[in-house]
């Protein structure tokens, strides 16, 4: 299976302020990584996929970047809705693996 | 509107069946590309991917699972199952249903609430 490693591991940062979170694959995935996001008690949603194309409705202020085995996840301008926690997937093999996940806070 | 909802049992004990249902409704199962997914997620964990069952009836398993998995579909095409055999402890969890399809097979793009099952003696 392909592992995949995301850091920070939990990351508290003040409203307004811009935060990233990085994942790394075990091997390249080209671009098949998408990023989720789970509020306190919710379902995961989908926020980005194929690295960087935002799902609908998602808000301007994520955007996704990378390729290869290096991606991140982008947050300008943080909301208070943005507290959650954010995993990362890859599509690229079978079966689909996710990260172990980033917990966000507000500082 | 997409929607999906899991049910199950709740609670059951070591070494029986875990059986799990997705209603879904706002997709159709039979249009061409569309799958569900069942994930799976330990409190304060991550999320594992189970078992996935696409519109033409293929079916695909976690390697790590599959001897105990069964994915399957109604004939309605609304209701997606899963069965777990000889549960344990460790089977634990809150259990998600999701639609994947439009972007990749692996894609989920909308979810369910989610099912907590607990394994207890």
């Known amino acids: 299976d392909i592992q995949m490693t995301q850091s920070p591991a939990s990351l508290s940062a003040s409203l307004g302020e811009t935060v990233t979170i990085e994942c790394l694959a075990s091997?390249?995935?080209?671009?098949?990584l998408a990023w989720y996001q789970q509020k306190p008690g919710k379902s995961p949603q989908l926020l980005i996929y194929y690295a960087n194309s935002l799902n609908d409705g998602v808000p301007s202020r994520f955007s996704g970047s990378g390729s290869g085995t290096q991606y991140s996840l982008k947050i300008n301008s943080l909301q208070s809705e943005d507290v959650s926690i954010y995993f990362c997937q890859q599509n690229y093999d079978s079966p689909p693996t996710f990260g172990a996940g980033t917990k966000l806070e507000l500082k | 509107q997409v929607t999906l909802k899991e049910s199950g049992p709740g609670m059951l004990q070591p070494s029986k069946t875990l059986s799990l249902t997705c209603s879904f409704s706002?997709?159709?199962?039979?249009?061409?590309?569309?799958?569900v997914s069942w994930i799976r997620q330990p409190s304060g964990k991550s999320l594992e991917w189970l078992a996935a069952i696409d519109w033409d009836g293929d079916k695909y398993y976690n390697p790590s699972l599959k001897s105990r998995l069964t994915v399957s579909k109604d004939t309605s095409n609304t209701q997606v199952f899963l069965k777990i055999t000889s549960v344990d402890i460790a089977d634990t969890a809150t259990y998600y249903c999701a639609r994947s399809g439009p972007f990749s097979r692996d894609v989920m793009d909308a979810w369910g609430q989610g099912a907590s099952v607990t394994v207890s003696s």
């Open positions: 091997e390249d995935i080209y671009s098949n």
């Open positions: 706002g997709f159709s199962l039979s249009t061409s590309g569309m799958v």
